[in-house]
């Protein structure tokens, strides 16, 4: 088998990570604040949160919240910060993580929405932010890179546009965590992580990063115990209970510490150069192969390790099956949950082959795709 679809899930845990994992689940896993051997849950959680925190630059730990995913914190940052009659902006380049609940709320009447436009490749002019804020805009979310075209977005230069005129600002970071450098006070309001991709944790883990300016201006979306002032009825206002309901992943929050650690060890800057190599490699060898088209930049340098592809007289789920059943080559075809992108790309509705890569890929698995491909 080769696997190609780290831009959907990592297919396989680290051996120290499994290893805390076994030790976990053998001895006493209780819910952190609702007893006293359940302060292992709670060390546990804020040992994650530290290691989140040195990642991504921030300074205080206890600003880092855990939930199910990367979809899940996005919901919570959308619909506790948007106000009734707020507009607010993203891009043709979001997943339907937050693409989804922006349009339910405008079509539900109570937000105005624009999309910010992209160019084919999925480039996209910052200018555009500058054009498109209006007096009531409150809020700006953008994915850091695409999971259909791998382009990386301007982020930073978007963001201080938006912030410079009072718009909040929110980076979905599920494609880049771990993957690309980012210190998220120079660059954005909050920052939304998911687990199982480039961060190498358990599915159903991540969570979001909530900065200074939105601690009073964020409403709790979920509510529920948190083991703290069980005495009211209302939501503690303090951090990171504010935002935790109910009884957390621990054993995904465990994953998380134990790969970001590993992450850490290791470099950003490392895996990102490794990551840029595989594209690179990949992408040059496309370029040899005829009726094989390239979608996005062909510029290792703007993009993540994700190359989706046109085969000329395949459809994409019957090359991407083909592939598999030849050749050991997984895939994921089809929009991605991304049809903004596709449509941008010019590849909506028939979507896409998607190859991408990561911690287990090696060249000899770069050259058998393209072998594969070659024969197809």
Same mark, same amino acid.
């Given at each position: 088998?080769?696997?190609?679809?780290?831009?959907a899930? $990592?297919?396989?845990?680290?051996?120290?990570?499994?290893?805390? *994992?076994?030790?976990?689940?053998?001895?006493i896993?209780?819910?952190?604040?609702?007893?006293?051997?359940?302060?292992?849950?709670?060390?546990?959680?804020?040992?994650?949160?530290?290691?989140?925190?040195?990642?991504?630059?921030?300074?205080?730990?206890?600003r880092?919240?855990?939930?199910?995913?990367?979809?899940?914190?996005?919901?919570?940052?959308?619909?506790?910060?948007?106000?009734?009659?707020?507009h607010?902006?993203a891009?043709?380049?979001?997943? #339907?993580?937050?693409?989804?609940?922006?349009?339910?709320?405008?079509? #539900?009447?109570r937000?105005? &929405?624009?999309?910010?436009? =992209?160019?084919?490749?999925g480039?996209l002019?910052?200018?555009?932010?500058?054009?498109?804020?209006?007096?009531?805009t409150r809020?700006l979310?953008?994915?850091?890179?695409?999971?259909? &075209?791998?382009?990386?977005?301007?982020?930073?230069? =978007?963001?201080? @546009?938006?912030? $410079?005129?009072?718009?909040?600002t929110?980076?979905?970071? $599920?494609?880049?965590?771990?993957?690309?450098?980012l210190?998220?006070?120079?660059? =954005?309001?909050?920052?939304?992580?998911a687990? %199982?991709?480039g961060?190498?944790?358990?599915?159903?883990?991540?969570?979001?990063?909530?900065?200074?300016a939105?601690?009073?201006?964020?409403?709790?979306?979920?509510?529920?115990?948190?083991?703290?002032?069980?005495g009211?009825?209302?939501?503690?206002?303090?951090?990171?209970?504010?935002f935790?309901?109910?009884?957390q992943?621990?054993?995904?929050? *465990?994953?998380?510490?134990?790969?970001?650690?590993?992450?850490?060890?290791?470099?950003?800057?490392?895996?990102?150069?490794?990551?840029?190599?595989?594209?690179a490699?990949?992408?040059?060898?496309l370029?040899? @192969?005829?009726?094989?088209?390239?979608?996005?930049?062909?510029?290792?340098?703007?993009c993540?390790?994700?190359?989706?592809?046109?085969?000329?007289?395949?459809?994409?789920?019957? $090359?991407?099956?083909?592939?598999?059943?030849? %050749?050991?080559? @997984?895939?994921?075809?089809? &929009? %991605?949950?991304?049809? &903004?992108? %596709?449509?941008?790309?010019?590849?909506?509705?028939?979507?896409?082959v998607?190859?991408?890569?990561?911690g287990g890929?090696?060249?000899?698995?770069?050259?058998?795709?393209?072998?594969?491909l070659?024969?197809l």
């Amino acid at each position: 088998m080769i696997y190609a679809n780290y831009a959907a899930t $990592a297919p396989a845990l680290s051996r120290g990570v499994v290893n805390e *994992l076994y030790g976990y689940i053998g001895g006493i896993h209780l819910n952190g604040g609702r007893n006293f051997e359940g302060l292992e849950a709670q060390a546990l959680a804020l040992r994650a949160r530290r290691a989140v925190a040195r990642l991504f630059g921030v300074s205080d730990p206890l600003r880092v919240i855990f939930t199910g995913g990367a979809t899940q914190s996005l919901n919570m940052l959308i619909h506790g910060l948007v106000r009734e009659g707020c507009h607010v902006l993203a891009t043709m380049m979001e997943h #339907n993580a937050a693409a989804r609940p922006l349009e339910g709320l405008r079509k #539900n009447g109570r937000i105005g &929405l624009d999309w910010l436009p =992209c160019s084919p490749e999925g480039f996209l002019d910052a200018e555009e932010v500058r054009k498109a804020i209006k007096k009531n805009t409150r809020l700006l979310v953008m994915t850091h890179a695409s999971n259909v &075209l791998g382009t990386i977005l301007p982020v930073t230069e =978007c963001f201080r @546009i938006a912030r $410079a005129q009072g718009v909040f600002t929110v980076l979905d970071a $599920a494609q880049t965590g771990g993957i690309l450098p980012l210190t998220m006070g120079e660059c =954005c309001d909050a920052l939304v992580f998911a687990g %199982h991709k480039g961060l190498g944790g358990l599915a159903g883990s991540g969570g979001f990063v909530l900065g200074e300016a939105l601690s009073g201006e964020m409403r709790p979306w979920m509510s529920g115990g948190t083991g703290s002032a069980s005495g009211s009825l209302a939501m503690p206002d303090f951090m990171p209970d504010r935002f935790e309901p109910g009884t957390q992943n621990t054993i995904g929050i *465990l994953s998380l510490a134990a790969s970001i650690e590993e992450i850490l060890r290791i470099g950003v800057e490392t895996i990102r150069e490794r990551e840029r190599g595989y594209t690179a490699r990949f992408l040059s060898g496309l370029g040899d @192969i005829k009726k094989v088209d390239p979608c996005g930049t062909r510029d290792p340098d703007r993009c993540v390790p994700v190359v989706s592809v046109v085969i000329r007289g395949y459809d994409a789920g019957e $090359a991407s099956r083909l592939l598999f059943e030849r %050749h050991g080559i @997984i895939t994921r075809s089809g &929009l %991605h949950c991304s049809p &903004l992108a %596709h449509q941008t790309g010019g590849t909506f509705p028939g979507g896409t082959v998607r190859f991408s890569f990561g911690g287990g890929t090696t060249d000899a698995e770069i050259d058998g795709i393209l072998e594969g491909l070659s024969a197809l």
